[in-house]
T-cell receptor, first 117, second 111 residues
Framework: GAVVSQHPSWVICKSGTSVKIECRSL??????MFWYRQFPKQSLMLMAT?????????EQGVEKDKFLINHASLTLSTLTVTSAHPEDSSFYIC?????????????FGPGTRLTVT | QKEVEQDPGPLSVPEGAIVSLNCTYS??????FMWYRQYSRKGPELLMY????GNKEDGRFTAQVDKSSKYISLFIRDSKPSDSATYLC???????????FGKGNQVVVIP
């Protein structure tokens, strides 16, 4: 199947600093990517839809100024957690569909574990 | 009513048994169906992708879709301890890549 990578896989940062997480589709192009966060033993929670060439669409309750998303190219989306706080500690996962308009498989990255101290 | 219902209750089976998982959905616009396996602290891994009613088989895995009943299933034959994970159903509608998920089923295969 197609491959989606994330970098870093694990990051520890101090409270008040910013952290950037990269999501790449390695063998296909994705005009749309999705960012999720997941707490232990809970379901994936969609945070935002990343759109290549336009602004991201955020889910209700997600602070767009705190979670900055940039879809720089057809294979790269980045999520920057600004002024991170301990409550931002979570598992962040991206996904990318291989097709458009709902058709086609959707692949997930391996996730990034963020710990804010 | 949630768009996708998946009984999240943990499921324990002996090694070699058949694991049966299912999801129901209410939105008739859903046309594309996926099953994912997620190990602890890992991203979900795509197991099966289907878009038509009927069965699709891949090795020990069979995905079944019944659009008239809005019901999908995943069967795992000859289960192994390495199949112990959380299984998520997901689906999308034509024209929208956004996935709707079930809550996930934690499966434990006992050696």
């Amino acid at each position: 199947g197609a491959v989606v990578s994330q970098h870093p896989s694990w990051v520890i940062c101090k409270s008040g600093t910013s952290v950037k997480i990269e999501c790449r589709s390695l063998d296909f192009q994705a005009t749309t990517m999705f960012w999720y966060r997941q707490f232990p033993k809970q379901s994936l929670m969609l945070m935002a839809t990343s759109n290549e060439g336009s602004k991201a669409t955020y889910e209700q309750g997600v602070e767009k100024d705190k979670f900055l998303i940039n879809h720089a190219s057809l294979t790269l989306s980045t999520l920057t957690v600004t002024s991170a706080h301990p409550e931002d500690s979570s598992f962040y996962i991206c996904s990318a569909p291989t097709g458009t308009s709902g058709r086609g498989e959707q692949y997930f990255g391996p996730g990034t574990r963020l710990t804010v101290t | 009513q949630k768009e996708v219902e998946q009984d999240p209750g943990p499921l324990s089976v002996p090694e070699g048994a058949i694991v049966s998982l299912n999801c129901t959905y209410s939105n008739s616009a859903f046309q594309y169906f996926m099953w994912y396996r997620q190990y602890s602290r890992k991203g979900p891994e795509l197991l099966m992708y289907t878009y038509s009613s009927g069965n699709k088989e891949d090795g020990r895995f069979t995905a079944q879709v019944d659009k008239s009943s809005k019901y999908i299933s995943l069967f795992i034959r000859d289960s192994k301890p390495s199949d112990s994970a959380t299984y998520l159903c997901a689906m999308s509608a034509r024209g929208n890549n956004r996935l709707a998920f079930g809550k996930g089923n934690q499966v434990v295969v006992i050696p």
